[in-house]
């Protein structure tokens, strides 16, 4: 049994065509809202989801409350910006009868700004998101980009999601503020300093992975403007660190 799990907050605007691009392959569609303010749920419903309630705190959390909630042997995640195509879910349908796999990562087809982006990092996008039911859980300690610690081996499939990722530069520049703030915590954490030559030479060193040796130059226009927003957000990862320096700890 397949169940396909969404986890949700006021998606109003996304998740009917994201449930009716999974309900033909899906024996469960299985909804976790985070008490959405809109009509999220209801749409859920209508589509044949059932729908259970849960306040995040994390998302690792909140997925594996979701797997604890499906009632499948198998689990497909979908975000409600994402959208399946009949090709992968007859895929999944195939890899996962009688597969000796714990789970398997999805390739994604990233729109950005309205334009599928090739390169400049964001292909090939794979994401853990088909998982055997008692041997896979998300790492707690992995606030964003979540962690799938496995338990036996993991393939990966051929057939992409489609991720509509940004829409607009200020939604774009949200999200990564939040990627942003967690990664300067994380190495503050690891007892990284921000040195002054970081200021110049970190951003530049994005730039030239993401335009250059990621290919960035043949997404175009595209892929010039977010290897330069890639560049600024290291520019604010370094600012942050340095201007919340890691705190020595000394014996008294």
Same mark, same amino acid.
């Given at each position: 049994? @397949?169940?396909?799990?969404?986890?949700?907050?006021?998606?109003? !605007?996304?998740?009917?065509?994201?449930?009716? &691009?999974?309900?033909?392959?899906?024996?469960?569609?299985?909804?976790?809202?985070?008490? &959405?303010?809109?009509?999220?749920?209801?749409?859920?419903?209508?589509?044949?989801?059932?729908?259970?309630?849960?306040?995040?705190?994390?998302?690792?959390?909140?997925?594996?409350?979701?797997?604890?909630?499906?009632?499948?042997?198998?689990?497909? =995640?979908?975000?409600?910006?994402?959208?399946?195509?009949?090709?992968?879910?007859?895929?999944?349908?195939?890899?996962?009868?009688?597969?000796?796999?714990?789970?398997?990562?999805?390739?994604?087809?990233?729109?950005?700004?309205?334009?599928?982006?090739?390169?400049?990092?964001? &292909?090939?996008?794979?994401?853990?998101?088909?998982?055997?039911?008692?041997?896979?859980?998300?790492?707690?300690?992995?606030?964003?980009?979540? @962690?799938?610690?496995?338990?036996?081996?993991?393939?990966?499939?051929?057939?992409?999601?489609?991720?509509?990722?940004?829409?607009?530069?200020?939604? =774009?520049?949200? !999200?990564?503020?939040?990627?942003?703030?967690?990664?300067?915590?994380?190495?503050?954490?690891?007892? !990284?300093?921000?040195?002054?030559?970081?200021?110049?030479?970190?951003?530049?060193?994005?730039? =030239?992975?993401?335009?250059? &040796?990621?290919?960035?130059?043949?997404?175009?226009?595209?892929?010039?403007?977010?290897?330069? @927003?890639?560049?600024?957000?290291?520019?604010?990862?370094?600012?942050?660190?340095?201007?919340?320096?890691?705190?020595?700890?000394?014996?008294?």
């Amino acid at each position: 049994m @397949l169940s396909v799990v969404l986890l949700t907050h006021n998606e109003q !605007k996304h998740i009917r065509a994201c449930l009716e &691009s999974v309900r033909d392959f899906a024996d469960e569609l299985l909804v976790l809202d985070d008490f &959405s303010a809109d009509d999220t749920p209801a749409l859920a419903r209508t589509l044949g989801a059932r729908v259970e309630f849960r306040r995040l705190d994390n998302f690792p959390n909140q997925r594996n409350a979701a797997i604890e909630l499906a009632r499948g042997d198998w689990i497909f =995640f979908i975000d409600a910006d994402e959208r399946a195509t009949p090709a992968l879910g007859a895929e999944i349908r195939g890899v996962i009868r009688d597969s000796p796999f714990a789970g398997f990562w999805v390739p994604r087809r990233n729109i950005i700004f309205g334009k599928e982006i090739r390169h400049t990092g964001w &292909s090939p996008d794979y994401q853990p998101r088909v998982l055997r039911r008692g041997c896979a859980r998300f790492d707690p300690a992995r606030a964003v980009h979540e @962690l799938v610690q496995w338990d036996g081996e993991v393939g990966y499939l051929r057939e992409p999601l489609i991720h509509y990722n940004y829409e607009t530069l200020a939604q =774009f520049r949200a !999200k990564q503020i939040v990627y942003t703030r967690y990664e300067a915590h994380v190495w503050r954490a690891e007892g !990284k300093r921000a040195r002054w030559r970081g200021a110049i030479g970190q951003p530049a060193r994005e730039f =030239f992975r993401r335009y250059i &040796s990621l290919q960035g130059w043949r997404d175009g226009a595209h892929g010039l403007l977010l290897s330069a @927003l890639m560049a600024y957000y290291a520019f604010v990862r370094w600012k942050m660190l340095w201007d919340n320096p890691v705190v020595e700890q000394t014996n008294r």
